[in-house]
């Protein structure tokens, strides 16, 4: 399969809000997506990364900018005219079609044989694990099996760029987890361009070659997995992706690659980050990557202790009164500490990370 | 009577268990059942009793000398013409409306939709009397613009004109339903697979309508068959059913060849209801998937929108020019001859009408509520009660949507001329036939709002001490208030515009206005017929907005 790059250049896409107002729903848009990659857009509902996918698809216009695929500009194309294939959200199956139909409805408007039509059919069949269910009316299947339909008939004609929104919002969470393994499996496989919209971190950390975090039409951050977890650019990326701690510093001041910063009148000493800082920061740090001890580190006192089974949640209360989250993993029984004790928080330099406040 | 009840009570005591934790729901279905049968089923059975034993015995003799004469053969052929040419032309009519409504950005919207709807709020016969103002023997049209002499706009090409005009708006809010209900995202997916608009349309849109277009076919078709006013007014020589049943029944006095003919136009009108309502239950996986969402793409083209739009221009410009016909007829002094103006006619009306006014209008403000509170009671039943023969309340209470009003008029006369009911003349036969022809409506209202309202919601009453009785009347009416008032205002409409079966229900102590309007034009005094035809809209209007202000419509339930 031929994977082409999807370059997205200052889209921008403003919606008449009910009122009448002006609603900008993209706002000055640039992304690359290399060939073969899986990049995912997360946000919050209303910060513009559906409107983003709609507008690859062709179902949106932007109001400015421009959008290329491969090196041919799609920008002003009309949907059936682009080579992308949509998985939807509520899988748009056709209700009065049996699933080999369904499959093979992008195939009606390419030039093939009928033995090739079902040979190509057949394969994506059994890609995606539903052999034998040709015949079936999508009402008979369950949530899952309708998702692989969805998937093979986007998959069937070999599209320069697969597109999903949210495509797995309607399923439990079992049946999420195996079919976001199995949508990578086969994305991966077929090495197609892939853009993916999702509002769950989880499924775009399983999933993404890279991420994209968005806010209010904007990109907050583009980068790995690890990168948006660990490093996250600003304070919007960390509190979005999982839980976190943001303390107040009261000094900061760098030497060479490194920099001091005193928390709570404690000092630590972290890697410096690449790009300037403000005067005013905040050191973050996740709730797991915090020890609590007797006797060393800044000084707090237990409000909360939640016991999850594999995890216990203490919520503890700082010397200015601000409250922190830190999560043990692995709790020994007996281990836990009960609300009222005063503890210390520790933490190591690595997994703390300046942002500006 | 005492059988029927006698069997019921036998098949009941199955789950007697029901019943003697709920005692009010047995009394509640014994009386709503005895009514359905007294005053639904037995007019039909004695009108079905009449016409195979005419002659005394049991004999299908009427029904081959009907078929035989070919005058009286041709009435039923002519029906069934007209049937189908109507449901026809309406529904391709209403699904262009449906269509440039439901998937289009078309421009003039406020204009269309309130004309679009008109139709179903007149008299019966306004637009036949627009069209003899228009294209009659003395038409402003045909005579005195065109110059033609010979014109004839009587017979089948003038019903199919009024009948098409009068029901195509049954298909508008029937597909545009649909429509909407077609999901947009299919029509995406269909398009992002490299499909053309069109092939969208050929293989998405249309096989998703198509049991909802035939389900309009088949409303429309029973509601041309049952139409009588048209026909007796504008038929000419073109005989149908409706008008030789009451033609022959009253006019001839041959009450058996009436019964008969009433039953060659029932049973074809109860195989496309039955057939309809087979569809409509199998019609639930259309919204299967999708969401209806917000269309912001353009499924047609430009040249497209503007054929949709001229189409809805031409036919609301119909509608309006016949509204502004009926206006003039009122003011004209003598259509034709003296085209001055005058007040004539309303001064001759309010001598003539005044009184059939205020009698309909004290007939029909009984007969709303009771049959409005009769289909929600009957709704509640069916949704949320389970018991022995609900399938049967359940058809029985939509079978006056089926039955064709002359059959009704027919059967209530038949069934209700004797002791213990003898009802005939009475203003209270009037009052039960409005109560049980126009209660359809509610049942139907009442049960789709019903569905969406989480059972859970009465348990809770219940749970907290409430008996049925009190839940009913304190949680689920209040609830099921939109459908209520959709009940309401459908009966009142219908019991202000009803003919055909109040022809043979009037009498001189009780009057309908409708029967006025259309006696004033039998003897062509088409100029009271149109202030009375006027007035009456009006008075349906002035009716809604009552309604609403009555029932309280500005507490908007949320969520319901």
């Known amino acids: 399969m031929n994977a082409q790059r999807v370059e997205l250049a200052n889209l921008v896409k403003v919606f008449d809000g009910p009122g009448g107002e002006k609603v900008v729903a993209v706002d000055d848009l640039s992304l690359t997506v290399e060939p073969g990659e899986m990049v995912t857009l997360l946000g919050p509902s209303g910060c513009g990364k559906t409107t983003t996918l709609r507008m690859v698809a062709g179902f949106e216009l932007p109001d400015s900018g421009q959008i290329f695929i491969g090196d041919q500009e799609v920008s002003r194309q009309a949907p059936n005219n682009r080579d992308t294939a949509m998985v939807f959200q509520s899988y748009a199956l056709f209700p009065h079609m049996t699933v080999g139909e369904n499959v093979a409805y992008g195939l009606r408007f390419r030039k093939l044989s009928k033995n090739q039509m079902q040979e190509r059919v057949a394969q994506v069949m059994k890609l995606v694990g539903l052999e034998g269910y040709d015949r079936r009316s999508p009402n008979q299947l369950s949530g899952g099996q309708q998702q692989r339909v969805a998937l093979a008939r986007a998959l069937v004609v070999e599209p320069q760029v697969l597109l999903f929104d949210e495509p797995l919002s309607n399923l439990d969470a079992k049946l999420r987890e195996q079919m976001r393994e199995e949508i990578r499996r086969v994305q991966q496989s077929l090495g197609i361009t892939s853009l993916y919209v999702t509002h769950d971190q989880v499924e775009a950390m399983s999933l993404s070659d890279k991420i994209v975090v968005m806010n209010q039409g904007k990109i907050e951050q583009v980068g790995t997995p690890q990168e948006i977890y660990r490093r996250p650019a600003t304070r919007f990326v960390a509190d979005f992706i999982g839980k976190v701690n943001f303390f107040p510093v009261s000094r900061w001041a760098l030497s060479g690659g490194q920099m001091d910063v005193q928390v709570y009148e404690h000092r630590l000493t972290l890697e410096a980050p690449e790009t300037a800082l403000p005067r005013d920061i905040v050191v973050m740090c996740r709730p797991e990557a915090i020890q609590l001890q007797r006797d060393a580190g800044i000084p707090g006192k237990v409000r909360k202790a939640v016991y999850l089974g594999s995890a216990v949640e203490y919520t503890v209360e700082m010397p200015d009164g601000a409250l922190a989250t830190v999560v043990e993993n692995n709790p020994l029984p007996g281990g836990i500490i009960q609300p009222g004790e005063e503890v210390g928080l520790v933490f190591d330099g690595q997994n703390a990370h300046v942002l500006p406040a | 009577m005492s059988i029927a009840t006698h069997r019921q009570r036998s098949v009941f005591s199955k789950n007697i268990a029901t019943f003697r934790q709920d005692p009010m729901l047995l009394f509640t279905l014994l009386i709503v059942g005895f009514l359905l049968v007294v005053f639904i089923l037995f007019p039909l059975f004695k009108v079905l009793t009449l016409s195979v034993t005419g002659s005394g015995t049991f004999s299908l003799s009427e029904f081959r000398y009907i078929f035989e004469q070919w005058w009286l053969r041709q009435t ?60 009659g023997r003395n038409g402003l049209i045909t005579r005195y613009l065109l110059g033609l002499r010979g014109f004839n706009i009587y017979g089948l090409k003038g019903l199919v004109l009024v009948q098409t005009i009068g029901m195509f708006p049954i298909a508008f809010m029937n597909l545009e339903g649909v429509l909407q209900s077609i999901g947009t995202d299919l029509e995406e997916a269909a398009l992002d697979l490299g499909a053309s608009r069109l092939a969208v349309f050929r293989n998405i849109v249309l096989p998703l309508s198509i049991p909802g277009i035939t389900s309009s076919w088949l409303l429309i078709f029973v509601t041309s068959l049952a139409d009588f006013a048209n026909p007796l007014v504008l038929g000419g020589r073109f005989d149908v059913l409706s008008v030789q049943a009451y033609l022959q029944f009253t006019g001839m006095f041959n009450a058996p060849r009436g019964a008969a003919l009433a039953v060659l136009l029932l049973f074809p009108s109860l195989i496309a209801f039955t057939l309809q309502r087979y569809l409509i239950s199998r019609r639930s996986y259309v919204t299967v998937t999708g969401k209806p969402g917000h269309m912001r793409l353009r499924f047609v083209s430009r040249w497209l929108e503007w054929c949709l739009f001229a189409i809805c221009l031409m036919v609301t410009g119909i509608i309006l020019l016949f509204y502004l016909t009926v206006i003039a007829g009122a003011f004209v002094k003598k259509w034709g001859i003296d085209w001055s103006l005058s007040l004539e006619h309303w001064h001759y009306t309010w001598d003539v009408a005044f009184r059939s006014f205020a009698q309909t209008l004290q007939l029909a403000g009984i007969a709303t509520p009771i049959s409005a509170l009769l289909g929600m009671l009957i709704a509640f039943l069916l949704v949320r009660k389970s018991f022995v023969g609900k399938s049967a309340l359940g058809f029985t209470s939509m079978l006056s949507y089926a039955v064709p009003g002359t059959v009704v008029g027919i059967g209530y006369i038949l069934a209700f001329n004797q002791p213990p009911l003898l ?138």
């Open chain 2, 76 to 135: 039923f052929f002519n029906s069934m013409l007209l049937g189908v040419i109507t449901a026809t032309t309406s529904t391709i009519i209403g699904y262009i409306f449906a269509y440039a409504f439901a998937r289009t950005s078309m421009r003039g919207r406020w204009f269309f939709r309130p004309l679009a709807m008109l139709p179903l709020v007149s008299p019966p016969f306004m637009f036949t009397l627009s069209v003899i103002l228009l294209l």
């Open chain 2, 423 to 560: 009802l005939t003349g009475t203003g209270l036969i009037l009052i039960i036939c409005f109560v049980f022809r126009f209660m359809p409506v509610s049942v139907e209202t009442g049960v789709s709002q019903l569905v969406q309202i989480d059972r859970s919601i009465e348990e809770a009453s219940t749970n907290l001490g409430a008996s049925t009785a009190y839940t009913f009347r304190s949680i689920t009416m209040p609830l099921i208030k939109p459908a209520f008032i959709a009940g309401l205002s459908f009966a009142f409409t219908r019991c202000m515009t009803a003919i055909s079966a109040i022809i043979f229900l009037v009498s001189g102590r009780w009057h309908h206005v409708t029967v006025l309007i259309l006696s004033q034009t039998e003897i062509m005094n088409l100029g009271a017929a149109s202030v009375i035809s006027l007035v009456l809209v009006i008075v349906v209007l002035t009716g809604f907005g009552l309604i609403r202000l009555a029932v309280g419509d500005k507490n908007r339930r949320l969520s319901v």
